[in-house]
C-alpha cells in the first residue's frame, strides 16, 4: 500500500494501481474517454490528465494522464488545479471542433462552461474521437479485424484496406465500447451486419431466439473450448431444460420415495 | 576465416595497405545517394571500361574506390585523386579519359573540374584547401569518402574493429560504460541525453534479455546524415553497436532504417554479413563470452516512427505509435526488455573514443556539449551539403566560413535547427556557440542536426506555417492536443498569411500552444508548438504586419501581395507570354501593365523578367 | 466459516419472491435490475426449480470472456462479472449452458448471479427456506485440543 494526497487529502492506494482508480474511488470525477477496464491504458484523451508534484521537488510540478500513471508514495494529486482546467477545457474545445455533434463530447464540455467550439470546425468532422477503444478492445480479443488507419489529422479507424475485414466475427464489442456510438451495425434478427460484412446469426433450436454470429461461436468452440452443442440453445432455453432435468431427478426421487 | 585478435587485425590492416602500396594513385569517387544521382556509378563504370582496354603503369581498377558521401553533394560527382588530394567536382562521364591520361598518367591537374571558390572566385586544388572542408573537424564522418564502405578490410586498414577488440579483451562492461560517461558524449538524435548514464541505467536493470538499437529513421525532412553515415561507414556504427551491447549485456541488436534508404539498408546488411563471417559478429567475438548478431529493422516511413516508444513497437511489427513513457524504454523498451537505443552518430562516434581516449574526445567542443556534431547544412547559403564541426562553434562561422555565406549576398534572416520542431534564430544570435544547452535555451535545438539557412526573401509567418503543416501530417494522431491542436495552430496561421487574421489570434496560437506543450504524449507533440514559438518570439513585428497592416514583409503571401512592373520596364514582353493567365498586357519599348483581377500571383512574370522591374510587395 | 448457497427445489413453492428481492437488491440508479434467478416448473405438477447460476468450478462463461471480464471471487466463491470490463459481446450469455449469464436490456448490461457479495438477498426472502446459506461443516478428524 502507497499513501498519497489527492486534493488535499491523504489516500491510501495498492501498489500497480493507476492514479486514476485512486481519483475516482474518492468519488471525485474527471472525464476520461480512452479509458476502458477491459483494455490497457492508452493516454490518448489527455483528459485524465492532473497536476503531481511531490514534497520535495522544490515547487516543481507535472501534468501526467492519471488513466496510465502509477500512484506513488508521497504524490501530491490535484485533480482540478487552473493549469489542469485549462489543459482539460483547450482538449475538450478542440474536440468540439472536431464531433460537434457526439453527445458525449457536448455533455462533458458543457459541464466545463463550453457549448461550442472556439476553432475552427473541422470540415469532414464525425463523432469517432479516436480514442482507440474499438481498435483495442478487437485486439485484445484476439481478432485485430480493425486497426487505425492514416496519421495525424487524418486517422481513423478501419478495416485493412477499407474492405470487408476477414477477422471481424460479429461480435460487435468495437460498436459496444465506442463512447460515441460512432461504429454503425445493423442486426434483424437473422442477421447482423457491421464493417460492410455480413454475419448469420445462430438460432435457438427451441425458441428461435438469435444469439450470437455463427463465426463468433465458431472461434469460442475453436479457441475457447466451448462444446459446440451449447450454443444450439438460447439463454431461456437452457434456464428451462435445467428446470426440467432436475424436475426429472427430484421427481423420480419422491415417486422412488412414496 | 575468423578475426579473433587485435593482432589478427592488424594484420588484415597490413595486408590491405601493402596491396595498396602497389598503385601510384588512388582514385575516390563519391557515391553517395547525391552523387550517384547525378551518375558517379556511370563513371566508377567508365574507368572500368578505359582500364579493362588499357594498362598504366602502377594502376588499375582496384586503385578505383566507391566510398561514401563527402557531403558536399551539389558539387558531385566527386572524384579525388590522392595521394595529392586534388579534388574535382561536378565530373561527367565523357571526363573519365581525359582525367586518367592526365592526372593519372602524368600529373597534371585539369583546371575546369576544379572548384572555384564562391568568395574569392578561385580555384582551388587540394580539397582540404576548400573552405567547406577546412573548417570542419570530423570525427562521426572520419571515413566517409575515405574508404570504400562496402569493404570490411579497408575499414580494418583504417584502424577498424581495434576498438571492439580492446574492449572485449580489455575491459569490464563497467569500464566501458565509465568511459563513456567520462567522454562527455550526449544522444546525437535530439534530446542530447548523456549516452553513458543511459548505458548505466540499462545495464543496471536486471533481466535475462537487455537489447540495443541504433535510430537510423531520420525522419527530418532535408536531414542526411545518418543516412551517409550508414551508407559510407557502415561498420563504425556496427561497431560502436557491439561495444553498447557489451557494455549493457545484450545479445541481440537492431539497425532501425528509414525505408526511404535502400542504399543505406544494402550497405548495413553487406556489413552485417561481413562481420558474421570474420566472426566479428556471432558467437564469442574475439575469443571471449561476448556473443552479439544484429538485424535490419525497416522503418515504416513516418517521423513519429523515429521516437523512441514508436520506433520500438515498429521494431516489434506493431504500429507505431509512441506509448507514454512513464516507465522508461531503458527499463521496459523493446518487447518489454530494458533496452538502449541511441542514434547513428551516437554510435559513431563509439570507436574513435575508445580508440583515442575519452579525455581526447572530452577536449573537443565545449564542456557540456563535448565532440562534434553532424549537420546538414541547407538552404540560402552558397555551399550546402553535410558538415561536421565541433560543439560551440558560432552559427556565423558555419554560415559564413563554411557555408560561404548567402546566396547572391542577399540579408542573412534566420536560421532553422533542429528539424521540423526546432525554431528559427534571428541575426542578433547569430554569434551564438552551438550546442544542446544554448539552443534550446533561446527557443529552438540541436534536434538530430537540420540546419536551413534563410535570407530576406523568407516569410517568418510562412515559415512557421510550412513545419505546423509537416506535424499536423507527420503527427501520429494518438492524443488530442497534437492531432486537433497542431491542426488548429496550423489554421489560425493559415488565417494569418491569407490576411484574415486578427488581433487575438497570436494570444490564442500562445495558449493553445502551451497546452499543446503540457498536455501532449510524446516529443512530437511537445515540441509541436516550437516553429511558431521561436518565430513569434524573434519576427513578431511580421506577424503584425500580416495581421494588422495585411501586408507580408518579405513578398511571400500570396493574398497579400501583388505584382507589379515598374517604370524601368524596358518593354521586353518576354513576361507577356510568360503569363498563363494573359494577366498581362503592353506594347513592344512601352511599359508594361499588370491586371490585378487576372494575376494568379504564380511568380512566372518574374523569372522571366531580365531587368528585374516586377516588383513583389 | 465458510458458508455454501444451497437451492433446495423439492421446498419451492413457484412464489417468485426471489425474483423479486434479486432485481431490486441489484437496482441500478434507483431502477429495478434483470433478476438472476428463475423458479422455472419442471413440468411436474407442484415441482418447481429456482434456476440460478451454479458458479460452476470451470466455467463455460469465464472460458467464453475474451476480456476476462468473469473471474471468481476468492472470498464468495462467486464466478463475479465486472461489468466496467464487460464489452457486452454476449458470449457468456450463449455459453453458459445452464442460461445464467444473462442481458439485462433496461440497463443495457449483461449479468449474473454474484451471490450479492456473500450474502444473497434471495435466501432472506424464500419463505420456504428453498434458498439457503449453510455453513461448511469441515469435515476434520477430531484432535483433542
Ligand atoms: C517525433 C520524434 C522523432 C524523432 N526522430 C528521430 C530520428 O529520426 N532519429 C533519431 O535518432 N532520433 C529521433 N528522435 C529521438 C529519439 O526519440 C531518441 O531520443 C533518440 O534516438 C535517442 O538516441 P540518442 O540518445 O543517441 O540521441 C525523435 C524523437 C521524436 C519525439
Ligand atoms: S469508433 Fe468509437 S471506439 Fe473507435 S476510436 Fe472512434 S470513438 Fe473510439
Ligand atoms: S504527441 Fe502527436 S505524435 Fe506524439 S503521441 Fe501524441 S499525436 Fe502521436
Ligand atoms: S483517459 Fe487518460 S488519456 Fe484518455
Redesign the pocket.
Known amino acids: 500500500m502507497v499513501t498519497l494526497t489527492i486534493n488535499g487529502k491523504l489516500v491510501r492506494a495498492r501498489e500497480g494501481e493507476m492514479l486514476l482508480d485512486a481519483i475516482r474511488r474518492e468519488g471525485i470525477e474527471i472525464p476520461a474517454t480512452c479509458q476502458h477496464e477491459a483494455v490497457e491504458p492508452y493516454g490518448a484523451c489527455r483528459l485524465c490528465t492532473v497536476e503531481i508534484t511531490k514534497a520535495d521537488w522544490g515547487g516543481w510540478k507535472n501534468h501526467v494522464t492519471s488513466c496510465l500513471y502509477p500512484v506513488q508514495e508521497g504524490l501530491i494529486v490535484s485533480t482540478h488545479s487552473e493549469d489542469v482546467i485549462r489543459i482539460r477545457k483547450t482538449i475538450l474545445d478542440l474536440f468540439l471542433a472536431r464531433c460537434p455533434n457526439a453527445e458525449l463530447i457536448q455533455n462533458m464540455a458543457a459541464e466545463y462552461g463550453i457549448t461550442r467550439t472556439s476553432y475552427e470546425e473541422v470540415p469532414d468532422g464525425n463523432d469517432c474521437i479516436l480514442c482507440g477503444l474499438c481498435t483495442r478492445v478487437c485486439d485484445k480479443m484476439g481478432f485485430q479485424a480493425i486497426s487505425t488507419v492514416g496519421r495525424g489529422h487524418g486517422k481513423e479507424v478501419a478495416p485493412p484496406l477499407g474492405e470487408a475485414p476477414p477477422d471481424c466475427v460479429g461480435c460487435l464489442a468495437c460498436a459496444q465500447i465506442c463512447p460515441t456510438n460512432y461504429i454503425k451495425f445493423t442486426d434483424d434478427g437473422t442477421t447482423r451486419t457491421i464493417w460492410g460484412r455480413e454475419f448469420e446469426l445462430v438460432k435457438c433450436e427451441t425458441t428461435g431466439q438469435p444469439t450470437i454470429t455463427k463465426e463468433f461461436a465458431a472461434y469460442l468452440v475453436k479457441h475457447r473450448n466451448i462444446p459446440e452443442d451449447y450454443f444450439t440453445r438460447c439463454d431461456s432455453a437452457h434456464r428451462e431444460e435445467l428446470a426440467k432435468t432436475m424436475g426429472r431427478i427430484t421427481h423420480w426421487g419422491r415417486q422412488e420415495e412414496a | 576465416m575468423c578475426i579473433t585478435s587485435s593482432r589478427q587485425l592488424k594484420q588484415v590492416r597490413k595486408e590491405f595497405l601493402d596491396g595498396d602500396a602497389r598503385f601510384e594513385k588512388k582514385v575516390m569517387i563519391c557515391c553517395g545517394t547525391g552523387c550517384l544521382a547525378n551518375g558517379a556509378q556511370e563513371i566508377v563504370d567508365e574507368f572500368d571500361s578505359i582500364l579493362r582496354k588499357k594498362r598504366i603503369k602502377g594502376f588499375t581498377i582496384e586503385a578505383v574506390r566507391s566510398t561514401g558521401c563527402h557531403g558536399f553533394c551539389e558539387q558531385g560527382p566527386l572524384v579525388i585523386i590522392e595521394p595529392r588530394g586534388t579534388f574535382y567536382t561536378k565530373v561527367k562521364v565523357k571526363d573519365v579519359a581525359d582525367i586518367i591520361e592526365k592526372s593519372i598518367r602524368s600529373d597534371e591537374v585539369i583546371d575546369k573540374h576544379l572548384y572555384t571558390d564562391p568568395a574569392t572566385k578561385q580555384k582551388i586544388e587540394r580539397y582540404p584547401d576548400v573552405a567547406f572542408f577546412s573548417h570542419q573537424q570530423r570525427i562521426a564522418l572520419r571515413n566517409l569518402g575515405k574508404i570504400a564502405p562496402h569493404n570490411i578490410k579497408d575499414y580494418i586498414a583504417n584502424g577498424g574493429y581495434q576498438s571492439l577488440a580492446k574492449v572485449l579483451t580489455t575491459m569490464t562492461p563497467d569500464d566501458v560504460i565509465t568511459e563513456v560517461s567520462k567522454s562527455g558524449l550526449r544522444?546525437?538524435?535530439?534530446?542530447g541525453?548523456s549516452?553513458g548514464r543511459?548505458w548505466r541505467s540499462c545495464a543496471d536493470v536486471e533481466s535475462d534479455t537487455h537489447y540495443v538499437i541504433c535510430?537510423g529513421?531520420?525522419?527530418?525532412p532535408g536531414a542526411f546524415m545518418?543516412r551517409s553515415i550508414m551508407e559510407g561507414d557502415p561498420h563504425s556504427v556496427l561497431e560502436g553497436l557491439a561495444i553498447a551491447a557489451y557494455a549493457v549485456g545484450a545479445k541481440e541488436g537492431f539497425v532501425y532504417v528509414r525505408d526511404e534508404y535502400p542504399l543505406a539498408v544494402v550497405h548495413m546488411q553487406k556489413a552485417i554479413e561481413d562481420c558474421r563471417k570474420e566472426g566479428l559478429l556471432g558467437e564469442n567475438i574475439f575469443e571471449t563470452n561476448f556473443c552479439f548478431d544484429v538485424h535490419i529493422a525497416r522503418g515504416a516511413g513516418a517521423?513519429?516512427c523515429?521516437?523512441?516508444s514508436a520506433l520500438m513497437k515498429s521494431v516489434a511489427g506493431e504500429v507505431g505509435e509512441p506509448r507514454a513513457k512513464y516507465v522508461r524504454s531503458v527499463v521496459k523498451g523493446l518487447h518489454d526488455q530494458p533496452t538502449v537505443?541511441?542514434?547513428?552518430e551516437?554510435f559513431a562516434n563509439i570507436p574513435i573514443i575508445f580508440e583515442k581516449g575519452a579525455d581526447w574526445y572530452a577536449g573537443i567542443g565545449t564542456k557540456k556539449s563535448t565532440g562534434t556534431k553532424v549537420f546538414s547544412l541547407v538552404g540560402k547559403v552558397r555551399n550546402t551539403g553535410l558538415i561536421e564541426v565541433p560543439m560551440g562553434i558560432t552559427l556565423r562561422q558555419i554560415i559564413f566560413d563554411i557555408g560561404g555565406g548567402i546566396i547572391d549576398d542577399r540579408p542573412f534572416k534566420a536560421v532553422q535547427t533542429g528539424g521540423p520542431s526546432g525554431g528559427c534564430l534571428p541575426e542578433s544570435k547569430l554569434d551564438l556557440p552551438v550546442d544542446f544547452d544554448s539552443l534550446t535555451e533561446n527557443g529552438s535545438m540541436m534536434g538530430?542536426g537540420g540546419m536551413i539557412v534563410m535570407d530576406d526573401r523568407t516569410c517568418m509567418v510562412d515559415v512557421a506555417k510550412y513545419f505546423t503543416d509537416f506535424l499536423v501530417k507527420e503527427s501520429c494522431g494518438k492524443c488530442v492536443p497534437c492531432r486537433e491542436g497542431l491542426y488548429q495552430l496550423h489554421k489560425l496561421l493559415v488565417k494569418i498569411s491569407e490576411g484574415r487574421g486578427e488581433e487575438s489570434d497570436i494570444d490564442r496560437m500562445e495558449q493553445l500552444s502551451e497546452v499543446i506543450v503540457n498536455a501532449s504524449l510524446?516529443?512530437?507533440g511537445q515540441s509541436g508548438p516550437n516553429p511558431l514559438l521561436s518565430t513569434l518570439k524573434y519576427f513578431r513585428d511580421e506577424y503584425t504586419a500580416h495581421i494588422r497592416d495585411k501586408r507580408c514583409p518579405a513578398g511571400v503571401c500570396r493574398e497579400l501581395i501583388t505584382y507589379n512592373i515598374t517604370d524601368e520596364c524596358t518593354g521586353c514582353m518576354a513576361c507577356i507570354s510568360a503569363c498563363a493567365y494573359h494577366a498581362i498586357t503592353g506594347q513592344k519599348k512601352k511599359v508594361h501593365v499588370i491586371d490585378q483581377e487576372k494575376c494568379t500571383k504564380c511568380g512566372a512574370c518574374v523569372a522571366a523578367c531580365r531587368f528585374n522591374t516586377i516588383d513583389v510587395r | 466459516m465458510n458458508y455454501r448457497f444451497v437451492v433446495k427445489p423439492e421446498l419451492c413453492i413457484g412464489c417468485r419472491t426471489c425474483e423479486l428481492a434479486c432485481s431490486f437488491a441489484h437496482s441500478v440508479n434507483g431502477k429495478p435490475g434483470r433478476s438472476r434467478i428463475y423458479p422455472l416448473g419442471t413440468g411436474h405438477k407442484e415441482l418447481w426449480v429456482p434456476v440460478v447460476c451454479l458458479q460452476c468450478e470451470d466455467p463455460a462463461c469465464a472460458r467464453s470472456c475474451l476480456v476476462d471480464a468473469i473471474t471468481r471471487n476468492p472470498e464468495t466463491g462467486a464466478m463475479d462479472l465486472d461489468a466496467e470490463r464487460c464489452v457486452r459481446c454476449m458470449a457468456c450469455v450463449a455459453a453458459c449452458p445452464f442460461g445464467c449469464s444473462l442481458h439485462d436490456a433496461n440497463h443495457q448490461m449483461v449479468v449474473k448471479c454474484d451471490l450479492c457479495g456473500g450474502d444473497p438477498v434471495c435466501a432472506h426472502f424464500c419463505p420456504t427456506k428453498a434458498l439457503v446459506l449453510e455453513p461448511i461443516v469441515q469435515q476434520k478428524k477430531k484432535k483433542s485440543a
Open positions: 544522444g546525437r538524435g535530439g534530446g541525453f549516452a543511459k535510430n529513421d531520420e525522419g527530418d545518418d517521423f513519429v523515429g521516437e523512441s537505443l541511441n542514434n547513428v551516437t538530430s510524446c516529443g512530437l
